[in-house]
């Protein structure tokens, strides 16, 4: 199975930030990622397909960058309501496989 | 709207098996994947498989290979994924998600919790 690493774990942050979450494949995926954001007692939500393609109703701040093994996640200026776990995902070999999350907490 | 609207709760004791419902709505059931993700408490998300509405093809992940069976049911717009030989790991929120390919989900249920306990 393709491992999929974030990083880091928890990230502590203030509104206004520009905040980086990586990614890295124990292979490469070319740009078979997803990303996505889940809050507390909520299922997760799409963000990011395709590595870089930005998904219909998702804020502009949100950015997706990365091909092979390397991958990021920016929020260009983060946003009280962007205080959540984020989740990278690969879809390049069965099975897909998950990040262990990024938790972003607020500073 | 769209929505996809999952049973409830299950309680169950090892060995036994459950079969957790997706219903769809607000949009055309047969035009999408369903795929089936689970959380297990405080945990990460793992995959399990997808199903085509359409035709009823599968694939699942190979760990749960033999364990789980994917099924729906069109006149209802309605997805179920069952799993059986339940074990006590297997407590986890049962999610589905369309999918508008085999690759990423675009919307996701509301999850049902499983927990597994004697």
């Known amino acids: 199975d393709i491992q999929m690493t974030q990083s880091p774990s928890t990230l502590s942050a203030s509104v206004g930030d520009r905040v980086t979450i990586t990614c890295r494949a124990s292979?490469?995926?070319?740009?078979?990622l997803a990303w996505y954001q889940q809050k507390p007692g909520k299922a997760p939500n799409l963000l990011i397909y395709r590595a870089s393609s930005l998904e219909s109703g998702v804020p502009s701040s949100f950015s997706g960058s990365g091909s092979g093994t390397e991958f990021t996640l920016t929020i260009s200026s983060l946003q009280p309501d962007d205080f959540a776990t984020y989740y990278c995902q690969q879809f390049y070999s069965y099975p897909w496989t998950f990040g262990q999350g990024t938790k972003v907490e607020i500073k | 709207q769209m929505q996809l609207v999952q049973s409830g709760a299950e309680v169950k004791k090892p060995g036994a098996s459950v079969k957790v419902s997706c219903k769809a709505s607000g949009y055309t059931f047969t035009g999408y994947y369903m795929h089936w993700v689970r959380q297990a408490p405080g945990q990460g998300l793992e995959w399990m498989g997808w199903i085509i509405p359409k035709t009823g093809g599968t694939k699942y992940a190979q760990k749960f290979q033999g364990r789980v069976t994917m099924t729906r049911d069109r006149s209802i717009d309605t997805a179920y994924m069952e799993l059986s030989s339940l074990r006590s790991d297997d407590t986890a929120i049962y999610y589905c998600?369309?999918?508008?390919?085999?690759?990423?989900?675009?919307?996701w249920g509301q999850g049902s919790l499983v927990t597994v306990s004697s």
């Open positions: 292979q490469s995926i070319s740009t078979w």
């Open positions: 998600a369309r999918g508008p390919n085999s690759y990423w989900t675009d919307y």
